[in-house]
Every structure is written in C-alpha cells, then in structure tokens.
C-alpha cells in the first residue's frame, strides 16, 4: 500500500468532463433502482408515507405535528409529487430521484476532497450498495436523507475553507432543513461540528458561527417540541435489544449485503485509510492533512457509536435510520482502494464490484420478503367482498396501505371501515390505536358481514368481535391475516 491518503486538492480535469465521465455511473445507478420499482407490494410505513401525503392541510398538519413529524419535509415534497401520479412506481420514483441524486452527490463531494479517482470509486460503490438500492426503491426519507447530509458535508468544507457568515448561515439552514427529512440527522450535524473543532478550530469565528448556531437553534426548536410532544407515546417500542446477532446482521446489510466476504473486505480498506491518515497525523501538521478523511469517518461512525450508546437506555437501534452515513461508507472505502499499490488497485475494484453485485442479486431475490403484502390482501378482500360488508383493522396504522388499493381498485362492493373511524378533519386513528372490545356492539350494528384485518405483530381483532361474529376462513399474506367473520344472528338463522 502506499502510505498517504489522496490529496485533498481535486485535479485539473474539467467539471462537465468529470460529469460526463460519471454519466454511466448514474445511469448504472438509475437502472439498478428502477428495476423491478413496482414489483413489491407498499408496505406499512410506505402506506402511512401515501396516506400522510394524500390528507387535507388540515388533517395534514393535525398529523404531522402531533405524531409523524419526523419526516415532514419527505410528506410535504411526496404530497407535491403525488399530484402528478399514483402508481407504486410514480410514488417509489422521489427515492429513486434522491438515490441517484446521492450518487452524484458522493462524486462531486470526494472529488472535492480527494480528487477524481477516489469520486468515480466511491460513486460507483454507493451505486451498486444493495442497501442503498432497497431505500432508493421504497416511499420513505432515506435515500433523500442520504443525498441531504451530503449535501451538508459539502456545504461544511465550504465553511472549513472560507469561514465567512454566509456559509456558515447556509451551512446551518441546510442541516436544519435535512432535520425534517429524519430527527436523526442532528448527529451527522454533530458529526461535522466536532470535525471542525478537532481539525478546522480556525474556522470558529465567533460572529459567523453565532449566525449558524442562531439559524440552527430556531429551526431545532420545532423539532424538540415534537419529540416532546410524542415523548410519552413510545413511538421506538417495536426496536429490539442490541445483540451481537443483530449488529452482525446490520454490517452484512450495510455493506451490502455481499456476504461476510464483502464486510472483512470492507473492514480491511477502512482500516487501511484510518492508518494512513494516523501516520500523516504524526508526520505532519493535521489541520491541513487528516481533515477531509476526518469529517468521513466521524460521518461513518459517529451516529453508530451514538445510536449504540443510547440503545443502553432506550432501544434505538434501527439499521434503516443509518443509511444516512452509507456515501461516507463508500468515500472511505474508495480512499482504502485507491491506497493500494497502482497495479493492485484494478483486481480490488474488481473484487468489490463483483461482491456488490452479488448483494444485488441477493436483494432482489428477496425483494418479495421484504414488509408485507398489502396489495394481495386488498385484491382479496376486493374480489370477495359482498354489499353491506365491513372492515375492522386490528391497528389503526395498518389502514393507510390497505387503503392505497381499494381505492385504486375498481368497482361498488368496497367494503366500509369500521375501524378506524375519524372525522374529516381529525384523521388521527389512521396513524395509531388499536379498537377496544367495547365498540364493536356499536360499529357492527347491522354488519353482515366482516372482514378482520390483523398485522402481525399488532393485536387481533377476532378475539375482540368472536361474541358477535363467527370467523369462518382466514388467509395470510405475509404477515397480513385477513379473516371473513359472519354475524352469529346470521349462523344461528341458518341454523334454523
């Protein structure tokens, strides 16, 4: 290996030419996020995602800033986006956008660090990340949130180099903007803040960074009043306990899902760039050569040790909540590769490559395990339905995925809801509660027929409804149960 981190100083080559070069790399990445988009059935946070974004600006706002305000920012531009369509596909595409957006993003921002061999690597590193792939591919903030927080990176070595109140007043609006795609972002912010501190001090000028600090604070302000808010609901309950399993599992996904192979590959080139940067720390002034690497690796491993951390005293652990930090995971490997000796750098590119499109295929191939199936389910119901029949969920926010396909379905015979029931302008139950035993001689008053929709893990509705009504067939579809229950004065008439 060589013994230095890539210069910092981007060369000589020509932005449109870089951009054209990096052409195929985009449309490699466009092609892998658009394949088989619309082949998955929404599952239900993707249903709460559509269902959030459809509602009236009253019941938008009711919603958002009582119990879903943690991506308000990816509701609001998904409700502008919906507009224009409805399909699975047309509403997976605003992640398909941001996904390729973060793969350019990761170029433009190592070719500013580390010059144009580390961009291309690492561009076509976070292309082919399998993991990448599936948040690129699903109706949720994540792959926006990837493409914010690099966007802020390089707004911060604007800020680094020329420390005027204008970058930092834009720096700090930005990451207070990227905080409404995911709450979780204030530590990437974090990240960077203590990055300046360690290796940029020379760039706290107390009068612009007040204007920054300013800017940031007034727009966190929101933010506490809503976890506040939802403090006391328990939103994070269904997170598991941090084990040795589950975080052996996160590196094989978050790598890419290429096996333990791709993970120690991994591991091996990002413990090679940390060496190298150690050993210029020590052989030379660190302010001007271990920074860049240093905002990546604080970027990569901050909100980890973070998230871990707090997972002692509230399980917060959420694999997903991390694909923020996966452009930093493919600029550090890209800076171990190109450490390598010249003539062992094209069989590793070809290692790596060959392991990340193996993880693709796993993906894919498992695409169809991946949530729930909301679509058959639907369709079911849809296909078997009779006037005058009802539906009852077992968990108020299992209704928005449902929903998203009756209405797209043709037809009458679309059942009614009977749970969850709101007003138009207080939607509320479509994102939470679970029905009590103590409504159902109201709500199914003259109900023939009932359909029972359970979503495993939620509760059942059967046992709340059994004195009222017989189920006589039940169908899974990938943890969806959907149960056809008929009144017992029906049964004890027939019986009759």
Excluded at 22 to 37: D, E, S
Aim: charged letters at 15%; aromatic letters at 12%; a positive charge.
């Amino acid at each position: 290996m060589t013994n230095s981190v890539p210069s910092s100083h981007p060369d000589k080559k020509s932005w449109s030419a870089d951009a054209l070069l990096l052409l195929p790399v985009l449309a490699i990445a466009a092609g892998l996020r658009l394949y088989m988009l619309g082949a998955r059935s929404l599952w239900i946070d993707e249903g709460v995602s559509v269902g959030i974004a459809r509602l009236p600006w009253n019941a938008f706002h009711t919603v958002v800033s009582r119990r879903e305000g943690n991506m308000a920012l990816y509701y609001l531009m998904l409700r502008a986006w919906v507009r224009f369509g409805g399909s699975e596909v047309w509403i997976r595409g605003l992640s398909v956008l941001a996904g390729v957006a973060a793969v350019g993003g990761v170029y433009f921002l190592g070719r500013r660090m580390f010059g144009g061999n580390v961009a291309f690597v690492a561009a076509g590193i976070l292309a082919l990340n399998a993991y990448h792939i599936r948040y690129s591919q699903e109706a949720r903030s994540y792959a926006l949130l990837s493409f914010a927080v690099t966007v802020t990176t390089f707004l911060l070595l604007r800020c680094a180099e020329k420390p005027s109140w204008r970058n930092w007043m834009l720096f700090a609006f930005v990451s207070g903007v990227t905080l409404y795609l995911h709450f979780f972002a204030i530590i990437v912010t974090a990240a960077h803040g203590l990055a300046i501190l360690l290796w940029r001090r020379r760039a706290l000028r107390i009068g612009p960074l007040a204007i920054g600090a300013a800017v940031y604070a007034l727009m966190l302000i929101p933010v506490v009043a809503n976890v506040l808010n939802n403090f006391q609901r328990d939103q994070l309950g269904w997170v598991p306990p941090l084990s040795v399993t589950y975080l052996h599992a996160f590196a094989l996904v978050f790598t890419g899902l290429g096996g333990w192979a791709l993970s120690v590959l991994t591991l091996v080139f990002l413990v090679a760039a940390i060496a190298a940067t150690g050993r210029n720390w020590i052989r030379a002034e660190p302010d001007d050569k271990t920074f860049s690497l240093g905002v990546i690796m604080l970027w990569l491993f901050f909100p980890m040790a973070i998230i871990i951390t707090l997972s002692i005293w509230k399980h917060l652990f959420v694999p997903r909540y991390l694909v923020m930090s996966l452009p930093a995971l493919s600029l550090a490997v890209a800076c171990g590769v190109v450490l390598l000796r010249p003539k062992w750098q094209p069989l590793a590119l070809i290692v790596v490559a060959v392991l990340l499109v193996r993880g693709d295929r796993v993906y894919y191939a498992g695409m169809f395990k991946i949530g729930e199936d909301w679509r058959s389910a639907a369709q079911f119901v849809l296909k078997n339905a009779q006037s005058g029949d009802a539906i009852a969920f077992s968990n108020g926010i299992a209704h928005p995925a449902f929903d998203y396909y009756m209405q797209r379905a043709a037809g009458d015979s679309k059942p009614r809801v009977i749970f969850p029931v709101h007003s138009d302008d207080f939607p509320f139950l479509d994102f939470e509660g679970m029905p009590d035993s103590r409504m159902f001689p109201h709500i199914t008053e003259g109900v023939p027929r009932l359909w029972a929709v359970d979503w495993i893990p939620g509760t059942s509705v059967r046992p709340l409804i059994e004195k009222y009504f017989a189920c006589t067939q039940t169908s899974d579809f990938s943890h969806v149960n959907v149960s056809l229950c008929i009144s017992r004065s029906i049964v004890s008439s027939a019986r009759h």
